[in-house]
């Protein structure tokens, strides 16, 4: 007989939640921010839903490039195209970056700034001598705005016409 009365109050809590519920997943996103949606049929269980996968907000490419002049990451990278200072250090070049973008997806710009060991490309001189990646850490001091923004700009990138590419995928 305490089925009944469980279910009721459960019922009736529910009802006195249910407008607040609706009214929190109509909120717009953060104008800056716009946010994918992901329609889901039923409220999930424990653990990662079925078809689940990290969508990472747009960030401002205008910020991206303020960042990346804020990290200085123009002293191993040159962008051609752009107005930053050339690199000077012979042993702390990394790749060009204004052929990046159509190359690689959002999310390999992601990896390769916050884990930059994770994939070195040999013998290009991306690498230390203990075999870690040349490239530092900038976990510490990098806000998650920032990264989105710096890999924003980083895929906007595209290399200057009539400028020398590379060819092919190197980089």
């Not at 249910?18 to 039923?42: D, E, G, K, S, Y």
């Not at 752009?82 to 710009?109: C, I, N, R, W």
Request: charged share 20%; with cysteine; aromatic share 6%.
């Amino acid at each position: 007989m305490k089925k009944p009365v469980v279910v009721a109050a459960l019922a009736a809590g529910l009802g006195l939640v249910a407008p607040f519920l609706v009214r929190a997943q109509q909120q717009p996103p953060a104008p800056h921010m716009p946010m994918p949606h992901m329609p889901m049929t039923q409220p999930p269980a424990h653990g990662t839903p079925p078809g689940w996968k990290l969508l990472l907000p747009q960030g401002d490419a205008a910020r991206g490039r303020e960042a990346l002049g804020k990290f200085e990451c123009y002293a191993c990278h040159e962008v051609r195209g752009e107005k930053f200072p050339a690199p000077t250090e012979p042993g702390k070049v990394g790749p060009e970056l204004s052929v990046m973008g159509p190359l690689h997806e959002q999310d390999y710009f992601v990896e390769a700034i916050i884990n930059p060991g994770r994939l070195i490309e040999k013998g290009k001189g991306y690498e230390a001598p203990d075999g870690s990646s040349k490239m530092p850490s900038y976990n510490d001091s990098m806000t998650v705005q920032e990264l989105l923004d710096l890999v924003t700009y980083l895929k906007s990138l595209a290399p200057p016409a009539g400028a020398p590419g590379r060819g092919g995928m190197r980089h």
